[in-house]
Every structure is written in structure tokens, then in C-alpha cells.
């Protein structure tokens, strides 16, 4: 069973950039695809990015393609997502998870594994 550990989160302003990391851990971290999801306040949980075990194949929601970049290095059984020309609506929680299929798929149901997440503020 794998446990997953968010960090990068912080208080940006508009135009500004972030990276997100995710630790893995307990578990070969290259047997699983990963996604990012983000939840925003008020709002359902909405997929971001996503990964599969190698890295060779990803896919990001409309609202973020072109600004966010998902990558993994599994040497070190992390995750990341790049953030980059962030905008106020990308203000959200910001959570990893990691699922056994490799589907990179965008549905949370698909996922098995979840992170605690980490707080994105895009604010002036």
C-alpha cells in the first residue's frame, strides 16, 4: 500500500508559478499512474493532470493545458505538477493520488490512493 505527501503549496500572486511535489512511499511507486486533482472551496473535487508508470503518456483538464505540466521522476517516487501562469480560479486544494491500472484516467473513482493535499492560494 503506497502513502502519498503533497507539499508546494503556498500563496502566489496572479501570473506567478508553482511547483507541487508528491512523495511516495511504502509501495514501488513506478507500479502506479498518478493524477492531480484539485478542490476549490464550495466546489466538488475536479481532475487536473495525470500520469502513467513511466511517464510516457499524460493528459491535463482544458482549463489548465498549456499552463500546468504533469512529470514524475520514479527514481525518487515523486510526482510533480508545474504550475505556471496561475490564476485566482486555480485557488484549491491540491491533492495526489496514485492508481495500480495505469489508466491515467481522469475519473476519481479510478484512483485507490489519496494524499492529504496542499493549499494553493492565487491572490494579489
Known amino acids: 500500500q503506497v502513502q502519498l505527501a503533497e507539499s508546494g503549496g503556498a500563496l502566489v500572486q496572479p501570473g506567478g508559478s508553482l511547483r507541487l511535489s508528491c512523495v511516495a512511499s511504502?509501495?514501488?511507486?513506478?507500479?502506479?499512474?498518478a493524477g492531480w486533482f484539485r478542490q476549490a472551496p464550495g466546489k466538488e473535487r475536479e481532475f487536473v493532470a495525470a500520469?502513467?508508470?513511466?511517464?510516457?503518456?499524460?493528459q491535463a483538464a482544458d482549463s489548465v493545458k498549456g499552463r500546468f505540466t504533469i512529470s514524475r521522476d520514479n527514481t525518487k517516487n515523486t510526482v510533480y505538477l508545474q504550475m505556471n501562469n496561475l490564476k485566482p480560479e486555480d485557488t484549491a486544494v491540491y491533492y495526489c493520488?496514485?492508481?495500480?491500472?495505469?489508466?491515467?484516467?481522469?475519473?476519481?473513482?479510478?484512483?485507490?490512493?489519496w494524499g492529504q493535499g496542499t493549499r494553493v492560494t492565487v491572490s494579489s
Open positions: 493520488a496514485a492508481e495500480i491500472w495505469d489508466k491515467a484516467a481522469q475519473a476519481m473513482r479510478e484512483y485507490d490512493y
Open positions: 500520469v502513467s508508470r513511466s511517464g510516457g503518456i499524460t
Open positions: 511504502g509501495g514501488t511507486f513506478s507500479a502506479y499512474a
